[in-house]
């Protein structure tokens, strides 16, 4: 019996336009659109049509987005995504399917600010906005950040470093920058 989620199954948002979503997703980020659910359930009092789909992840899971067929209820449950780059979905990928997706996306006519890159040390971060405005990233682990014995260590130390941080020490524990 299992003593915590396993695994993500899915995460869900609204889009505006799911055509351009699964452009995007399916040609640009290579996530194989997996189900499209067409829907109409009575929810939060009022009968709602949507159509829900699904691209699939390696691991079985996925990311979701919903359309609604009425325009008003596209407005309630569909709020404009927020614009700070730290609102953001973060993929793992390895390296070859990072650059993979980099060059797609240059292909595809995207510069920046709408992508760019952030070597975060422990990680390289590809980040890019959607067609809905969420921000993507698509993270490699550095080698040696992922090394079992780090992996460990940073576990073990988690939650005095959590502490450590909120009582006001705010010193840099990236060891890799």
């Known amino acids: ?42 929810l939060f009092g009022k009968l709602r049509t949507y159509c829900h789909c ?17 325009a008003s209820d596209q407005a309630e449950f569909g709020p404009a995504m927020p614009a700070s780059p730290f609102h953001h979905i973060a993929l793992h990928v390895d390296r070859a399917t990072q650059d993979g997706v980099a060059a797609r996306l240059a292909a595809a006519g995207y510069r920046e600010p709408q992508t760019y890159v952030l070597e975060h040390g422990y990680c390289r ?39 450590r941080w909120l009582a006001g020490d705010h010193h840099s524990n990236n060891t890799y920058r």
């Open 1 to 42: 019996m299992a003593t915590r989620p396993n695994r993500l199954h899915h995460t869900a948002y609204v889009t505006r336009d799911l055509r351009k979503t699964c452009s995007f997703y399916e040609d640009l980020l290579g996530l194989p659109l997996v189900a499209t659910w067409c829907e109409a359930d009575e």
């Open 54 to 70: 699904f691209f699939g992840l390696e691991d079985g899971s996925a990311l979701a987005f919903f359309q609604f067929a009425d």
């Open 125 to 163: 971060s590809l980040y890019v906005e959607d067609p809905n405005g969420m921000i993507v990233e698509l993270t490699a682990d550095a080698p040696e950040a992922i090394d079992p014995a780090v992996v460990a260590a940073k576990r073990a130390e988690a939650h005095r470093e959590l502490e």
